[in-house]
C-alpha cells in the first residue's frame, strides 16, 4: 500500500502557537508532563533527606540500608561540589570579562 501523507512536517495547533511564542518573546508554556518523561533530578537536600531515612530503617538488612544511604549522601556531596563550582566558574568569566583578560 502506498502511503497518501507528505514527506513534510506535520504541524499541531499546539506545536505552532509554541513556535510564534517563542519568536515574539513571550514565554511559551511548559507542556505537560506525560507517564513517559523522566522524573524531575533530586536536590541534594532532598538526597541528604532520603539518605537520613535510609540511615533510620531498622531491621535486619541494616548493612544494605546504610550502603544505600552513603551512596545517596556522595551524591549528594558530588551535587553540592558541582552547583558551587559552576557558581565560582561563572563569576571567573564576568571578572575575566569584564577586566577584558
Excluded: C, Y
Aim: glycine letters at 6%; zero cysteines.
Amino acid at each position: 500500500m502506498h502511503s497518501t501523507r507528505s514527506s513534510q512536517l506535520q504541524w499541531s495547533n499546539k506545536g505552532l502557537l509554541g513556535i510564534l511564542r517563542a519568536t515574539r518573546g513571550a514565554p511559551a508554556a511548559r507542556p505537560a508532563r506525560t507517564v513517559e518523561d523522566p522524573p524531575e533530578p533530586l536536590s541534594a537536600e532532598e538526597l541528604s533527606e532520603i539518605a537520613k531515612n535510609w540511615r533510620s530503617r531498622s531491621g535486619e538488612d541494616e548493612g544494605r540500608a546504610d550502603t544505600v544511604a552513603q551512596a545517596l549522601e556522595s551524591l549528594a556531596h558530588h551535587r553540592r561540589v558541582a552547583a558551587t563550582r559552576s557558581r565560582a566558574q561563572i563569576v571567573g568569566q564576568r571578572i575575566s570579562a569584564f577586566m577584558k583578560i
